[in-house]
């Protein structure tokens, strides 16, 4: 069986829209997943489906739910909502439903405006909501890139590979593989570090834990995941860490303590096929790590260096491996 919808952003339903075209044996996840990125988004932001019979939220054990699973009729509706701080409602309404299933998994058959930029929701709808006369003044508030945005078409062909694109390689992301991680504590590269192996299905709630840890921190305070210039939605937690497109040579940050604020470098070195036998270990490091409520990484060079009265000093090359290890959990 295959099902065509009509999708439209609320409050932009006139200027940003798609149809398309899903076999109904698609995955919950998977049918999300490519209606966020056929309008431009880029799975930055934590989404969930929601009906009046059903609600779904994105985890890892509702990844087998299909839209067959849903007992779906033509008046079947959905939202999906996007990006919940700037909120984008995505309108999902059956159009039709074909008994025999010859399409592909999921296609866009046509559609309205180029798509969402995430976090400027309101722009957006400010935008399309004034009339012609008045957008020119208001776009003399916002920047050129925004201006550039505004002015892309829909290309029909151009929306389809982009989610083809992102069917491959989401296919290629979540096969078993182990990430060879080098970290870091800023402020202090050459003399505090670690390498480290994980298994790319680790969440990324866990991964952010255990870094911390390998760190010597105790986690009694707040972490997360920063991708650009961006911190990860903290929502996004349980989701594993192949959800966030990982290339060899990538470079990110694990934030922990934002009043101290440490920062943990973590680049990619290498990708290896196949699960390690822990889900994380610590292959090597040194250097001691970093000394929580400190005040961050100006007081910790005082306590290696006997200076703050408030600590004892700290050997900075002290560092066991095998200590590392049990702290994160690895034996």
Known sequence: MRIVFNVYVDNLEKVINRKIEVSSSIKLDDFCEYI???????????????????????????????????DITKESKFVLFYD?????????????????DNSDIFKVIDGKGY??????RYKLVGYFNYSLKDRKKFLERFSKSFLEFINKKFDLDECNNRVFSYMDEKKERIKPKTYIFNISLEGFAREIKRKIAVNNDISIDDFCMKVVLSMRGDLFHCYGLKVGKEMLDEELGDMELNSVVLKDKAKFKVIYDFGDNWIINVSLSKIVDGYSES??????GKGYGLVDDCGGPY???????????MW????????????????????
Do not use: P, Q, W
């Not at 007081?299 to 009265?309: A, D, K, M, P, T």
């Open 279 to 284: 889900c994380f270990s610590v292959l090597s």
């Open 36 to 70: 966020i990125v056929s309008l431009n988004g880029y799975k930055t932001y934590s989404y969930f489906l929601d009906d009046d019979d059903y609600e779904y939220y994105k985890t890892k054990e509702d990844d087998v739910i299909s839209l067959k699973d849903l």
């Open 312 to 331: 004892e000093k700290v050997d900075i090359n002290d560092f066991d491996l095998d200590e590392c290890n049990r702290v994160v959990g690895n034996k």
């Open 84 to 100: 919940l701080d700037s909120t984008y409602y995505i309108n999902i309404d059956v159009i039709d439903i074909v008994e025999e």
């Open 115 to 120: 798509g969402i930029l995430e976090g400027y």
């Open 299 to 309: 007081y910790l060079n005082r306590i290696f260096n006997g200076e703050n009265e």
